[in-house]
């Protein structure tokens, strides 16, 4: 079965549905091709025990119980599951992982976060999973801010040597106790798999669908503190904190990708500010986080 669809600024044709991404009416060669490979046995003998293995521009790894997904070259992700698999699942790591990796392959830097525009420049906000990412983006969104990325941000590079991010496609992942924070009813949204309580939340016309430079990069981070800290990052920890936050990092070392990593990051720095940010766990600090992010960009409550 062919879908055509557009996401990560990439024409995908797949064989399973990808209800997330712009479905695409015109049958055009594709960047990359989704399909369904049912030799199940022989890839899983290709892992010999493990559940990763990357042999030069191709990257097989396994999630038990859902599939042994194989991406080759940027062009093409494999999925082969020994059993019937709810297709949400595979959604999910197609979306994710396999993209990051196809993103990487086609050496284009994937950032683990969430990206927004301010006045016609991209900002990303990275950290670790559940540092608050998506509710701080859903935050600007409130204020009337568009979104280009939420999980996987693509970053490559304009004629000119701009860095630039690409928008991915239009939705959000939220904890509900952000959504109940934020006035969503969870019941309206449909939940993603193995993780009940955090939701698929479409954005909508608040989409951001213009590739946009990248001018900032804010880290993310908890603190057992009462108050918001934010500080620029500084010489060595700009590589250090780019390095961290690429989705699926411990990839890049297996995959031979050190040289080509600290090659776009020597790029990326020059034309972007970073910043660590740490947020109170104690208490819902989202508006005040925006607040501060704007003040430290110099956009104060200027509204796009």
Same mark, same amino acid.
């Given at each position: 079965?062919?879908?055509?669809?557009?996401?990560?600024?990439l024409?995908?044709?797949?064989?399973?549905?990808?209800?997330?991404?712009?479905?695409?009416?015109?049958?055009?060669?594709c960047?990359?091709?989704?399909?369904?490979?049912?030799r199940?046995e022989e890839?899983?003998?290709?892992l010999? =025990?493990?559940?990763?293995?990357?042999?030069g521009?191709?990257?097989?790894?396994?999630?038990?119980?859902?599939?042994?997904?194989?991406i080759?070259?940027?062009?093409?992700i494999?999925?082969?599951?020994?059993?019937?698999?709810?297709?949400?699942?595979?959604?999910?790591y197609?979306?994710?992982t396999?993209?990051g990796?196809?993103?990487?392959?086609?050496?284009?830097?994937?950032?683990?976060?969430?990206?927004?525009?301010?006045d016609?420049?991209?900002y990303?906000?990275? =950290?670790?999973?559940g540092?608050?990412?998506?509710?701080l983006?859903s935050?600007f969104l409130?204020r009337?801010y568009?979104?280009?990325s939420?999980?996987?941000i +693509?970053?490559?590079?304009?004629?000119?040597?701009?860095p630039?991010?690409?928008p991915?496609? +239009?939705?959000?992942?939220l904890?509900?106790?952000?959504?109940?924070?934020?006035g969503?009813?969870?019941?309206?949204?449909?939940p993603?798999?193995?993780?009940?309580?955090?939701?698929?939340v479409?954005?909508?016309?608040?989409f951001?669908?213009?590739q946009?430079p990248?001018?900032?990069?804010?880290?993310?981070?908890?603190?057992?503190?009462?108050?918001?800290h934010?500080?620029p990052?500084?010489?060595?920890?700009?590589?250090?904190t780019?390095?961290?936050?690429?989705?699926?990092?411990?990839?890049?070392?297996?995959?031979?990708?050190m040289?080509?990593?600290?090659?776009?990051?020597?790029?990326?720095?020059?034309?972007?500010?970073?910043f660590?940010?740490?947020?109170?766990?104690?208490?819902?600090?989202?508006?005040?986080?925006v607040d501060k992010?704007?003040q430290?960009? =110099?956009?104060?409550e200027?509204?796009?």
């Amino acid at each position: 079965m062919n879908n055509f669809f557009e996401g990560f600024g990439l024409s995908l044709r797949s064989d399973i549905v990808l209800p997330n991404l712009r479905i695409s009416s015109v049958d055009k060669n594709c960047d990359v091709c989704i399909r369904n490979d049912q030799r199940y046995e022989e890839k899983n003998r290709l892992l010999t =025990g493990g559940l990763l293995k990357i042999n030069g521009e191709k990257v097989i790894y396994k999630i038990p119980s859902v599939a042994i997904f194989s991406i080759e070259k940027g062009k093409c992700i494999y999925y082969s599951t020994d059993k019937c698999v709810n297709e949400n699942k595979l959604q999910l790591y197609i979306l994710g992982t396999c993209m990051g990796i196809v993103l990487m392959q086609r050496r284009i830097l994937p950032l683990h976060g969430s990206a927004i525009s301010i006045d016609g420049k991209s900002y990303a906000i990275v =950290g670790d999973s559940g540092a608050g990412k998506s509710t701080l983006a859903s935050a600007f969104l409130k204020r009337g801010y568009k979104l280009l990325s939420d999980d996987v941000i +693509p970053v490559s590079f304009s004629n000119e040597g701009v860095p630039m991010v690409t928008p991915a496609y +239009p939705q959000q992942k939220l904890w509900q106790e952000s959504m109940d924070h934020f006035g969503l009813e969870s019941r309206e949204f449909e939940p993603i798999i193995d993780r009940e309580t955090k939701f698929k939340v479409p954005v909508g016309d608040q989409f951001e669908e213009r590739q946009l430079p990248l001018a900032g990069i804010i880290e993310l981070t908890k603190t057992n503190d009462e108050q918001i800290h934010m500080e620029p990052i500084q010489d060595l920890y700009r590589f250090s904190t780019l390095f961290k936050h690429t989705y699926r990092n411990f990839i890049i070392r297996r995959a031979g990708l050190m040289d080509w990593h600290f090659n776009t990051s020597t790029k990326i720095l020059p034309h972007v500010d970073m910043f660590h940010m740490r947020r109170p766990v104690s208490q819902f600090t989202a508006n005040e986080l925006v607040d501060k992010v704007l003040q430290a960009i =110099g956009k104060e409550e200027s509204v796009v």
